[in-house]
């Protein structure tokens, strides 16, 4: 257990740190089914770990709230990790990189542990300010995670690379400055995006 923890704070801080030595490690060997395990248990964390902040801010606990963290929440972090894995294979084929769905989901699945974080973050926004603070900074986050994985796992050229991020940092920052931000923000925290509204 000890060593398992080691090593998942040696990769975090790898993948923080020097992502390009990290990534260009990631091989398809044929077990795609360690990376789903990492989404989920992300996941059940993450979900687990909101669940406690709201108990903590004297939230009542239902069982339906019960059933979405250790539920839900992980099974949607395994289809968040499919779902990106195809954009991934997407952007790897405009870019001239890797077209292995493995190393795809790998490369991905290396980075869930912001899935937990994440999740935190949203749950801690308490008003509209601190909703766009936190998910402006979320989102240009995983978009650096992603330029990464693109580049280093993906081997995609990195000139095309940074093409095709800034098309899709030119859509996200389009939805922010457009009335879509507020679906965008309830997909994260309602009562902060509520407060967007008075």
Do not use: Q
């Amino acid at each position: 257990m000890k060593k398992a923890l080691k090593n998942t704070f040696s990769h975090i801080r790898d993948i923080i740190i020097n992502p390009k030595r990290y990534f260009t490690k990631i091989v398809a060997d044929g077990n795609m089914e360690e990376a789903m395990l990492k989404a989920f248990m992300y996941g059940l964390l993450g979900g687990g770990l909101v669940l406690l902040l709201r108990l903590i801010g004297g939230a009542t606990i239902t069982i339906g709230a019960i059933f979405t963290a250790i539920i839900i929440v992980p099974v949607l972090a395994v289809a968040l990790l499919f779902l990106m894995g195809g954009l991934l294979m997407l952007v790897s084929e405009i870019t001239g990189g890797e077209r292995d769905w493995e190393i795809a989901i790998k490369g991905l699945a290396s980075v869930f542990f912001i899935y937990p974080v994440i999740l935190v973050l949203n749950a801690l926004a308490f008003n509209c300010t601190s909703m766009w603070i936190i998910s402006i900074a979320v989102d240009a986050y995983i978009l650096f995670l992603f330029y990464n994985i693109s580049v280093y796992c993906m081997r995609g050229k990195k000139s095309n690379v940074i093409i095709v991020i800034g098309i899709i940092a030119l859509f996200i920052a389009t939805v922010y400055v457009t009335d879509y931000r507020i679906g965008w923000f309830m997909l994260k925290n309602t009562n902060a995006t509520l407060a967007c509204l008075l």
